[in-house]
């Protein structure tokens, strides 16, 4: 594995830690503000004002150029607002470890297709048996959770 392999491994293990904890934290938002749905605004309107903070310090310019994006890419943006509501919504019912098993499969699910797909101009990673199977062990997982 090369350094920046390992990097961005490192990285992206970070981030799943952070949506561990995000999870609780905001469903814990939800029930003191008796809202999921304003507990997604309030957890989106914290993170866009950190990202806009760190975007206007050291992004070269970026913001110049959104002018010149295909409108279909502002989309993550409410994917990601979708994500954080449902969780929100889901997390004090299914305990974190059920719900984030249920988010990687939805994820897994996504990505295998994705990536058979080539969508958004990614290389093509052809559906094998070896990936559906590790989609299925963590359905698996995702049952075995609620046991």
Known sequence: MTQGTLVAVLLIVLGGAAVAV???VNGALGRSLQS????????FGVGFACLMALTLVGSGGALARLGGVPF??????LLGAFYV?????SISTLGVLTALAAL???Q???????DHFGAF???VQPISPRRIAAVALVAAGLFLSRA
Do not use: H, K, N, T
Not at 36 to 43: H, I, K, N, T
Not at 72 to 77: I, K, N, R
Not at 85 to 89: G, I, L, N, P, Y
């Open 108 to 114: 897994l699910g996504a990505a295998i297709l994705i």
């Open 72 to 77: 279909w890419q502002f989309a993550g943006g």
């Open 22 to 24: 995000q999870a609780p």
């Open 104 to 106: 990687i499969l939805g």
């Open 36 to 43: 999921p749905l304003a507990a997604a605004a309030v957890s």
């Open 85 to 89: 509501w449902a969780m929100v919504s």
């Open 121 to 123: 101009g990614l290389a």
